[in-house]
T-cell receptor, first 117, second 112 residues
């Protein structure tokens, strides 16, 4: 979805390096998420944020940190990358529930393929 | 433990044929179930979202069903096209506003 962009799209780095993945959205959504996807596994939630002042750990937050610089921007950092952080990383956004609809649809970015050597 | 299991893991069909993908879940309490399509190298895109009270929902050639009693869902694809080749992911929400639980996906290949 072009409304959710991720940079870089591909990155190769070395063990111990600090790396930042960035996500921007033009959908006007309050909620933003970071997931990782590994071959043969479902997407797993790393961190999520419901607004600029709200940061929450997900299922697998160890080794990661995030920053919500603005409503439209949510970055993921690996302070000291390790090989088992090699994965496909997705950012997603969702808006507040509308009316009687009891769910928030999530919209995903195109992903960042990260390789840690 | 909340889990979402999908079957088959992979599937190959001929263009024009129909197919059905399965999803079983043990998520409780249940809020809603989603089917996503993920093309290779792309992010997942939502196909359908169903709540407890809905037992079927269609999106073009895609029809999802939900049996909340048996905790099963299926995604039926009619008259498959080459562009249907993708991974189809079943996702369940335990409670509105909380984290989603993703299945591992079914990889569908449509050949001519």
């Amino acid at each position: 979805d072009a409304d959710v962009t991720q940079t870089p799209r591909n990155r190769i780095t070395k063990t111990g390096k600090r790396i930042m993945l960035e996500c921007s959205q033009t959908k006007g959504h309050d909620r933003m998420y970071w997931y990782r996807q590994d071959p043969g596994l479902g997407l797993r939630l790393i961190y999520y944020s419901f607004d600029v002042k709200d940061i929450n750990k997900g299922e697998i937050s160890d080794g990661y940190s995030v920053s919500r610089q603005a409503q439209a921007k949510f970055s993921l950092s690996l302070e000291s990358a390790i090989p088992n952080q090699t994965a496909l990383y997705f950012c997603a956004t969702s808006g507040k529930r509308e009316g009687s609809i009891p769910y928030n649809e999530q919209f995903f970015g195109p992903g960042t393929r990260l390789t840690v050597l | 433990k909340n889990q979402v299991e999908q079957s088959p893991q992979s599937l190959i069909i001929l263009e024009g044929k129909n197919c059905t993908l399965q999803c079983n879940y043990t998520v409780s309490p249940f809020s809603n179930l989603r089917w996503y399509k993920q093309d290779t190298g792309r992010g997942p895109v939502s196909l359908t979202i169903m709540t407890f009270s809905e037992n079927t929902k269609s999106n073009g050639r895609y029809t999802a069903t939900l049996d909340a009693d048996t905790k099963q869902s299926s995604l039926h694809i009619t008259a498959s096209q080459l562009s249907d080749s993708a991974s189809y992911i079943c996702v369940v929400s335990a409670r509105a506003g909380t984290a989603l639980i993703f299945g591992k996906g079914t990889t569908l290949s449509v050949s001519s």
